[in-house]
């Protein structure tokens, strides 16, 4: 099973994967937490953050999570996931793949900003920010649709996707 948080920068992708990790590896041990950030660092040093440089480090997630999956490892990873051809290569060949999509309006996005990625990106340091000067390509069917606008509901959207993770009798 490969359960992947997509959405823009301060969705929510790493808290909420980082939680649904927590409460899943007390009763299965053979899981394993992948956030984009950690990834790049690991095995994307070599890339920038042009539209093309991320193609590449999604291909890499994707690759390297259905390697796990295929071993019977689960995987939780938490990746912006921008690009549709990936995610259906992901439909296709990761068996039990969960594509989950945090969608957040951009003023909470904003307010949230724990990287400083929108901050910077209005005061001219940095570009190639998805949802801003690249156009975010919102998922097409995924396996559940989140809305994260509030800070409150880490509890009650973790419930929900044990609900319906148990419901598929996967783990």
């Known amino acids: 099973m490969v359960i992947w948080f997509i959405g823009k920068s301060a969705s929510g992708k790493t808290f909420l994967g980082g939680k649904l990790y927590n409460e899943l590896r007390v009763n299965c041990p053979n899981i394993v937490f992948l956030d984009g950030d950690l990834l790049r660092n690991a095995i994307s040093k070599d890339l920038g953050h042009s539209k093309e440089d991320r193609y590449i480090s999604e291909e890499r997630r994707s690759k390297l999570s259905k390697i796990l999956s295929d071993q019977g490892i689960h995987v939780i990873m938490s990746g912006i996931s921008n690009e549709p051809e990936i995610r259906e290569w992901n439909k296709k060949n990761i068996k039990d793949y969960l594509e989950i999509y945090l969608k957040t309006d951009k003023n909470t996005l904003y307010r949230r900003d724990p990287k400083g990625i929108y901050k910077n990106y ?11 000067d690249i156009v975010f ?35």
């Open 122 to 132: 209005f005061k001219g340091n940095i570009k190639n920010v998805v949802g801003e």
């Open 137 to 171: 390509q919102e998922p097409v069917a995924p396996w559940m649709t989140i809305d994260n606008n509030s800070d409150n509901n880490s509890k009650k959207i973790i419930e929900s996707i044990l609900f319906k993770v148990k419901k598929m009798n996967i783990l």
